[in-house]
């Protein structure tokens, strides 16, 4: 059963707007939430996390906000540059845990 | 700075036979893991290493073994391959075990078994 779902299995946004890519999860446990940035042929790397104790956390053009009450967590990306265009995985963990739950990806294009 | 280095990058089997993909991560990292990622499923667990000397099942541990050699390698061995295990391999380390930190992934190992 999947904990981390991403309802969105692709997304187009012009540049310079903004992308909003979205993820769910139903585990009330979690609590450090993370975006990955992945290109094709190459490993996820890290792109921004978010601790449970927290709403809201930014990097750049990357902001990352978390509603616990909805389980739901978004990331924000303003302005949209074409080098943008990847595959967005959200991930959560538990602190009584002992992995990463990973969802299934969004699918980001960026048009020039 | 190499990061997390996997080897082969691509491999060909045919059913039944048996390979081992090797993973090395050069931060001192205390935990490692093997995910595979198959269409529409994400990444999914298939075993994991908390420190150097242990290893544990992950979500989807049925037909691999592994082995933590040191604190710089762990690998993942197909004793009898199928075609379900087509797939795409990448390993990965952090510091500590999912614990407020984030992970390190290699470029990952496609595999085809026919």
């Known amino acids: 059963d999947q904990q981390v779902k991403q309802n969105s299995p692709s997304l187009s946004v012009q540049e310079g707007r903004i992308s909003i890519l979205n993820c769910d999860y139903t585990?009330?446990?979690?609590?450090?939430f993370l975006w990955y940035k992945k290109y094709p042929a190459e490993g996820p790397t890290f792109l921004i996390s978010i601790s449970s104790i927290k709403d809201k956390n930014e990097d750049g053009r990357f902001t990352v906000f978390l509603n616990k009450s909805a389980k739901h967590l978004s990331l924000h990306i303003v302005p949209s540059q074409p080098g943008d265009s990847a595959v967005y995985f959200c991930a959560a963990s538990a602190i009584t845990g002992n992995q990463f739950y990973f969802g299934t990806g969004t699918s980001l294009t960026v048009i020039p | 700075n190499a990061g997390v280095t996997q080897t082969p990058k691509f491999q060909v089997l045919k059913t039944g036979q048996s390979m081992t993909l090797q993973c090395a991560q050069d931060m001192n990292h205390n935990s490692m893991y093997w995910y595979r990622q198959d269409p529409g499923m994400g990444l999914r667990l298939i075993y994991y290493s908390a420190s150097e000397g242990t290893t544990d099942k992950g979500e989807v541990p049925n037909g691999y073994n592994v082995s933590r050699l040191n604190k710089r390698e762990f690998s993942l061995r197909l004793e009898s391959a199928a075609p379900s295990q087509t797939s795409v391999y990448f390993c990965?380390?952090?510091?500590?075990?999912?614990?407020?930190?984030?992970?390190?992934f290699g470029q990952g190992t496609r595999l085809t078994v026919v």
């Open positions: 990965a380390s952090s510091e500590y075990l999912a614990l407020n930190t984030e992970a390190f």
């Open positions: 585990n009330s446990m979690f609590d450090y």
